[in-house]
């Protein structure tokens, strides 16, 4: 099985601020990864797949890159609304497995 | 508008049944591939068992292989899955997903979830 891993698995930031989260897969997945947003009590929602493609309806803070094993999301002006639990997945082979996940918090 | 809806959860005893569905509107449920992804209380997010669009393939993650079954009634625009032999591991709130394309699997859609709790 893909391992991934995120981190850091906590950060706290402030309105405004630029955050990375980084998502290493334990081989090379090429560029099939994902990231979603979950806030306490919801599902998950998707932002970026593909490792770069912004989904329909996220706002362009969002940026993702990265490709093989070493990913990145980026939010480059936090807002109020971003505070939640981000996670990584590769879609590269079965058993489809998420990073363990990023909890970003106000500072 | 793309809606999933859960339902079929509950408290079962280890050892026992359970059978989730998952009904679906808002785009052409046959053509694409569907998921059962699960959480454990205050844990991240495992998938679970995905089926392609015709129902022809399905795949397990290895936790549940040879206890879960996953199936779909494309006229009824319905997910299924049937969950047997359960073990407190495998208490979760478990979501259904949609497929974001018919050949790669990112979770486009998700359902609110439907929460199975295994104790005795």
């Known amino acids: 099985d893909i391992q991934m891993a995120q981190s850091p698995s906590s950060v706290s930031a402030s309105v405004g601020d630029r955050v990375t989260i980084t998502c290493r897969a334990s081989q090379a997945i090429s560029n099939w990864l994902a990231w979603y947003q979950q806030k306490p009590g919801k599902a998950p929602n998707l932002l970026i797949y593909?490792?770069?493609s912004l989904q329909s309806g996220v706002p362009s803070r969002f940026s993702g890159s990265g490709s093989g094993t070493d990913f990145t999301l980026t939010i480059s002006s936090l807002q109020p609304g971003d505070f939640a639990t981000y996670y990584c997945?590769?879609?590269?082979?079965?058993?489809?497995?998420f990073g363990q996940g990023t909890k970003l918090e106000i500072k | 508008e793309v809606q999933l809806l859960e339902s079929g959860g509950g408290l079962v005893q280890p050892g026992g049944s359970l059978r989730l569905s998952c009904g679906a509107s808002g785009f052409t449920f046959s053509s694409y591939g569907m998921n059962w992804v699960r959480q454990a209380p205050g844990k991240g997010l495992e998938w679970v068992s995905g089926?392609?669009?015709?129902?022809?393939?399905?795949n397990y993650a290895d936790s549940v292989k040879g206890r879960f079954t996953i199936s779909r009634d494309n006229s009824k625009n319905t997910l299924y899955l049937q969950m047997n032999s359960l073990r407190v591991e495998d208490t979760a709130v478990y979501y259904c997903?949609?497929?974001?394309?018919?050949?790669?699997?990112?979770?486009?859609?998700w359902g609110q979830g439907t929460l199975v709790t295994v104790s005795s």
């Open positions: 997903a949609k497929d974001k394309t018919s050949t790669v699997t990112y979770f486009e859609c």
């Open positions: 997945q590769q879609a590269n082979s079965f058993p489809y497995t």
């Open positions: 593909a490792t770069s």
């Open positions: 089926i392609s669009g015709s129902g022809g393939k399905t």
